[in-house]
């Protein structure tokens, strides 16, 4: 079992930063990639970024890429995600997810995650 615990997120305006955390406990979390969804009023929980369980690669979905970066610091159990140049329609409540499968990639499909959190709101106003 593993509980994750997310912060960071709040209302910001756009070209903002924000730096969300997601503390892990339980199983080792340190094992498992871990990555990050968000889902939209009214639409599905999208991919957002992922990262390995030694955080050696990470992926992107396109919307975000060389504005958000997400990283780990297995000594805390702890991944996050900066992310800068926020813009309106970053706007979503954001999940933590950790993949089902050890010693792999970060999940990049919903139905490869095995717990997610509770999420965090973020909001990016115009």
């Known amino acids: 079992q593993v509980q994750l615990v997310e912060s960071g997120g709040g209302l910001v305006q756009a070209g903002a930063s924000l730096r969300l955390s997601c503390a892990a406990s339980g199983r080792t979390a340190s094992n498992y990639g871990m990555g990050w969804f968000r889902q939209a009023p009214g639409k599905e929980r999208d991919f957002v970024a992922a990262?390995?369980?030694?955080?050696?690669?990470?992926r992107y979905a396109d919307s975000v890429k060389g504005r958000f970066t997400i990283s780990r610091d297995n000594t805390k159990n702890t991944v996050y995600l900066q992310m800068n140049m926020l813009k309106p329609e970053d706007t979503a409540v954001y999940y933590c997810?950790?993949?089902?499968?050890?010693?792999?990639?970060?999940?990049?499909?919903?139905?490869?995650?095995?717990?997610w959190g509770q999420g965090t709101q973020v909001t990016v106003s115009s």
């Open positions: 997810a950790v993949q089902s499968l050890a010693f792999n990639q970060g999940p990049y499909y919903s139905r490869d995650v095995a717990y």
């Open positions: 990262i390995s369980w030694r955080g050696g690669s990470t």
